[in-house]
């Protein structure tokens, strides 16, 4: 069993950062896939990041050059720093984890944490 709780969502204006932390309870933390979602207004969920525990990363097109995954085991995290936001990053993101990275990046992963709202004002 995984449990996440993610953290460090809020609002800030338009071209802001922010970092987004998942922390992971339970066994073997470092050999599951961690990612991250996010779900906006009146829209699908979506895959934004993965990264492998080799630390091999993953991001969608949409935040490719702006957000930056990463983990540290030791901690049993992972983040998400975003920069340069835009109005449309305005989601609830959720990180989701498990062994296999195609059940991360597909959605179907077995564990997922609450959310943490971020909401991003022009």
């Known amino acids: 069993q995984v449990q996440l709780v993610e953290s460090g969502g809020g609002l800030v204006q338009v071209g802001g950062s922010l970092r987004l932390s998942c922390a992971a309870s339970?066994?073997?933390?470092?050999?599951?896939?961690m990612g991250w979602f996010r779900q906006g207004p009146g829209k699908e969920r979506e895959f934004v990041a993965a990264?492998?525990?080799?630390?091999?990363?993953y991001y969608a097109d949409s935040v490719k050059g702006r957000f930056t995954i990463s983990r540290d085991n030791a901690k049993n995290t992972v983040y998400l720093q975003m920069n340069s936001l835009k109005p449309e990053d305005t989601a609830v993101y959720s990180c989701?984890?498990?062994?296999?990275?195609?059940?991360?990046?597909?959605?179907?992963?077995?564990?997922w944490g609450q959310g943490t709202q971020v909401t991003v004002s022009s």
């Open positions: 989701n984890a498990d062994p296999a990275l195609r059940a991360v990046v597909g959605g179907d992963s077995d564990y």
């Open positions: 339970g066994r073997s933390f470092s050999s599951y896939v």
């Open positions: 990264i492998s525990w080799s630390g091999s990363t």
